[in-house]
């Protein structure tokens, strides 16, 4: 398997342009997550999808976030409009029964560099 | 107080030498992450655990389930262990991790 797919690496755009960063995970993990990591936040989950079916979107920091995952191979985060200050990096990983007890499958993404301008 | 705290920020050892990177947290938790972080920033799971103790190579982590701690050791440090080290607890048996903010440990040849 060729691990947790994200795209793009690297993304540069304007500020009031809608971002959408893309995420495959392993196939077969039942849960996907979306992480951001900045300098001064560290890593926060975003939102966590269990069977394509989002669980816990707490973390999503404003109505400009939105994430799907129209199936199990596939999911999005979208920002609209972006912002400067939603520059970061974005981290997608993806887990086998929540990569707990019966199978340590918890795997990350390489991430995608998002600046906005 | 944030909920997850290592210790220590940031770290420079000689190669060779005996690393300890210390987590404690505040939080009820199913399992402990000890996560790491490239320089380019790629992140790998190292270990998860519940209990007691595991071994990989030069890395050993320990939990202490009743003190609500946990240490990464890594023996024989060498360069290429240079990395940011991240520890996260999981709540609950859903995975959604929180996370530390990571030991920046770099090992000088």
């Known amino acids: 398997d060729a691990g947790v797919i994200q795209s793009p690496r690297h993304e540069v755009t304007e500020m009031g342009q809608e971002v959408t960063l893309r995420c495959k995970p392993i196939?077969?993990?039942?849960?996907l997550f979306w992480y951001r990591q900045t300098m001064m936040r560290g890593l926060e989950l975003l939102i966590y999808?269990?069977?394509?079916?989002?669980?816990?979107d707490s973390g999503m920091p404003e109505d400009r976030f939105s994430a799907k995952m129209p199936n199990a191979s596939f999911s999005t985060l979208k920002i609209q409009p972006s912002e400067p200050r939603d520059s970061a990096v974005y981290f997608c990983?993806?887990?086998?029964?929540?990569?707990?007890?019966?199978?340590?499958?918890?795997?990350f993404g390489s991430g995608t560099r998002l600046t906005v301008v | 107080k944030n909920e997850v705290e290592q210790s220590p920020q940031n770290l420079t050892a000689q190669e060779g030498e005996f690393i300890t990177i210390n987590c404690s947290y505040s939080v009820g938790i199913s399992a402990l992450h000890w996560l790491q972080q490239h320089p380019g920033g790629g992140i790998v799971s190292l270990f998860m655990?519940?209990?007691g103790k595991k071994k990989h190579g030069r890395l050993i982590a320990t939990i202490n389930i009743q003190e609500k701690h946990s240490s990464l050791h890594i023996t024989a440090s060498h360069p290429r262990d240079s990395a940011v080290y991240i520890c996260?607890?999981?709540?609950?048996?859903?995975?959604?991790?929180?996370f530390g903010k990571g030991t920046k440990l770099s090992v000088k040849p």
């Open positions: 999808f269990n069977n394509n079916v989002p669980i816990d």
């Open positions: 990983a993806s887990s086998l029964e929540g990569g707990l007890w019966i199978n340590y499958g918890y795997t």
């Open positions: 196939s077969g993990h039942d849960y």
């Open positions: 655990l519940s209990s």
């Open positions: 996260a607890v999981d709540r609950g048996s859903q995975g959604n991790l929180i």
